[in-house]
């Protein structure tokens, strides 16, 4: 398959998103807003509608999800241990480390749901927001560590009311004591649903700034290098030591390839650190998710005795 085509769609939209918020009216402010609205309502109600309407059969996904967590625990360990490696370390400056380390690890949650949705359709949607859901209050934990001397208050009340989280646990809970979602209300539900993704998308687009690379290039190139080729490689490895099956393998790879968390900006300037820096990493982590997804899905997928 030529996962390029699969790609082009999702990524011409986060160009538009970057155009229209640098050359029209529609400025950051705009899309500030458009941000909130995606984030609190347009993307809950798809994950909720998909996966209460979706057959589940939650032991299947038992190594699915290891996979994914070990994937990810793997990406924490080797980004928290930057500092300390041979040749590396040196280069590295802690404070900005400690800002540019959830980069290695943390994915776009826009991205991942526009993907797994044109990947397989709502299975491999119902995949994604699960290990999404698994994985989004590990991550946020692990981002936040390093910059613990300049804590967030309320971190965790903030953990609990995730509202994709929220929404994964709801539509899980509905899906497994047989609730319905009634006839009327479906068509209404999908359209809020199918509006997310392409909104989403642009939002992300919107946020692209290049930001201050130069200040830290080893660790800028460090924390992407784990990001968009050793994660992948590790979760090509993973599926096939698992067994996973094609879809699960292929949104394992998916999940492995995305672009870093446009929030991680937002987290680093929160908590008083350089968040210009974290502003280029993530622009160009946008950039290089091109590729990556492309190397995950169109070489890795191909390789392997999993590919049947």
Request: proline letters at 5%; glycine letters at 8%.
């Amino acid at each position: 398959m030529d996962y390029l085509p699969l790609l082009a769609p999702d990524f011409s939209l986060i160009l538009c998103g970057y155009l229209l918020c640098r050359y029209t009216a529609l400025d950051k402010t705009v899309w500030s807003q458009v941000e909130t609205l995606v984030y609190y309502f347009l993307f809950p109600v798809l994950l909720f509608t998909t996966i209460a309407r979706t057959s589940l059969n939650i032991q299947s996904l038992t190594y699915f999800l290891q996979a994914g967590l070990l994937m990810g625990i793997f990406g924490i360990a080797l980004a928290y241990a930057l500092p300390h490696l041979p040749l590396v370390g040196r280069h590295i400056d802690k404070r900005m480390h400690a800002c540019c380390t959830q980069v290695a690890f943390r994915f776009n949650s826009y991205i991942a749901l526009a993907i797994s949705d044109r990947l397989g359709g709502p299975p491999a949607l119902v995949l994604m927001a699960v290990l999404i859901g698994v994985c989004i209050p590990i991550f946020n934990i692990a981002s936040v560590w390093p910059m613990a001397k300049h804590g967030e208050k309320g971190f965790l009340a903030e953990l609990i009311r995730n509202p994709l989280i929220l929404a994964t646990v709801s539509g899980l809970f509905a899906n497994l004591i047989g609730l319905h979602i009634p006839e009327w209300m479906a068509p209404t539900l999908q359209r809020v649903g199918s509006s997310s993704v392409s909104i989403g998308l642009m939002v992300v687009g919107a946020g692209m700034e290049l930001g201050r690379l130069q200040k830290a290039k080893v660790l800028g190139a460090s924390v992407l290098l784990i990001r968009h080729l050793f994660t992948p490689i590790l979760a090509w490895i993973l599926a096939d030591l698992l067994s996973l099956d094609a879809l699960q393998t292929s949104v394992l790879l998916a999940f492995s390839a995305l672009p870093t968390a446009s929030s991680c900006y937002v987290l680093a300037n929160r908590m008083g650190y350089d968040g210009s820096m974290v502003a280029g990493l993530v622009t160009l982590s946008t950039v290089l998710g091109v590729f990556s997804l492309w190397f995950a899905l169109g070489v890795l997928r191909q390789t392997g005795s999993f590919m049947a």
